[in-house]
């Protein structure tokens, strides 16, 4: 599978993003999602990840509350509704898939879990 990732950009403080991952290939419902971040000078981190079916999530506890992950697939999407940004949410966001037969209700939070990865998306919130 083949990951587009894109509406990123620079808002205020406050201020609400949705990035959308574009997924190509079969089979797409097969996936499990997951958006990481990565920070200048920092390490890959998780943000939020999908089951398969959609029924399922789990959350980074800096963005619980803020940030919703969804996915549409009957269209190949998942998405990352992002609310209430804070400058510590600047990074460039990575959309990731894997396919994996286990359905699990709070799916991986680890990026080694994740095998496909699309570019990332720049997120940068101003004060």
């Not at 390490?43 to 079916?53: D, G, K, L, S």
């Not at 992950?69 to 949410?89: F, G, H, K, T």
Request: one cysteine or more; hydrophobic letters at 35%; glycine letters at 10%.
């Amino acid at each position: 599978v083949q990951l587009q990732a894109s509406g990123g950009g620079s808002v205020q403080a406050g201020d609400s993003l949705r990035l959308a991952c574009a997924a190509s290939g079969q089979f797409f419902s097969t996936y499990k999602m997951g958006w990481f971040r990565q920070a200048s000078g920092k390490e890959r981190e998780f943000v939020a990840a999908i089951n398969q079916h959609g029924g399922g999530a789990s959350y980074a506890d800096s963005v619980k509350g803020r940030f919703t992950i969804s996915r549409d697939n009957a269209n190949n999407m998942v998405y990352l509704q992002m609310n209430s940004l804070e400058p510590e949410d600047t990074a460039l966001y990575y959309c990731a898939a894997d396919r994996s037969a286990v359905v699990a209700y709070t799916p991986s939070r680890s990026a080694y879990d994740y095998v496909y990865w699309g570019q990332g998306t720049q997120v940068t919130v101003s004060s």
